[in-house]
Antibody
């Protein structure tokens, strides 16, 4: 059974950093692209970043480029999202997803809430 | 970016009813259209990919159709567990974008 378990969320002040992790199990992690999708409170879903199966390619939405870094450790079956210079508009639940094809988010974690506030 | 517009935003319906949710893209997306269900606890379940392909384990009462810019999700006979939020999403081009969501509510 595919499992994606996010961790690392919480309350952080504007301008500070936070790193999210996603522990994957139930499949060969190194064979799949992975992505982060977020959802601000009472809002819809928004794609954040994608990384290829081997980490060689990464893609970001414009609003997080230069501030967020997606990475992976295939030996640990873990996906990461390093978030720097956080803003109030980054407040959201962040979901870890397994990607098929271009951007079919075929499996989702339960999400981790990030609150950016002073 | 490709804009995705869902309608209606809210859909009151009864158990056993057949319902359809629409999704329109701002430009042609060549059937690269996916659907997701989100429950009130935040759990997200992928339903349909590439317009009409059911994810493994999704009941056959769910179906998808469409082409070009216009797509739809149909539930043939509503069950209690179907009352939730539904989102469409295109992956024809980066960035992938989602519709604003449709809340399927019990009438």
């Amino acid at each position: 059974e595919v499992q994606l378990v996010e961790s690392g969320g919480g309350l952080v002040q504007p301008g500070r950093s936070m790193k999210l992790s996603c522990a994957a199990s139930g499949f060969t992690f190194s064979n799949y692209g992975m992505a982060w999708v977020r959802q601000a409170p009472t809002k819809g879903l928004e794609w954040v970043a994608t990384i290829s199966y081997d980490g060689s390619s990464t893609y970001y939405r414009d609003s997080v480029k230069g501030r967020f870094t997606i990475s992976r450790d295939n030996a640990k079956s873990t996906l990461y999202l390093q978030m720097n210079s956080l803003r109030s508009e980054d407040t959201a639940t962040y979901y870890c997803t397994r990607v098929l094809g271009a951007a079919w988010f075929a499996y989702w974690g339960q999400g981790t809430l990030v609150t950016v506030s002073s | 970016d490709i804009q995705m517009t869902q309608s209606p935003s809210s859909l009151p319906a009864s158990l056993g009813e057949r319902v359809t949710i629409s999704c329109r893209a701002s430009q042609g997306i060549s059937n690269n259209l996916n659907w997701y269900q989100q429950k009130p606890d935040g759990t997200i379940k992928p339903l349909i990919y590439y317009t009409s392909n059911l994810q493994s384990g999704v009941p056959s009462r769910f179906s998808g159709s469409g082409s070009g810019t216009d797509y739809s999700l149909t539930i043939s006979s509503l069950e209690p567990e179907d009352f939730a939020m539904y989102y469409c999403q295109q992956d024809a081009s980066f960035p992938p974008t989602f519709g604003g969501g449709t809340k399927l509510e019990l009438k």
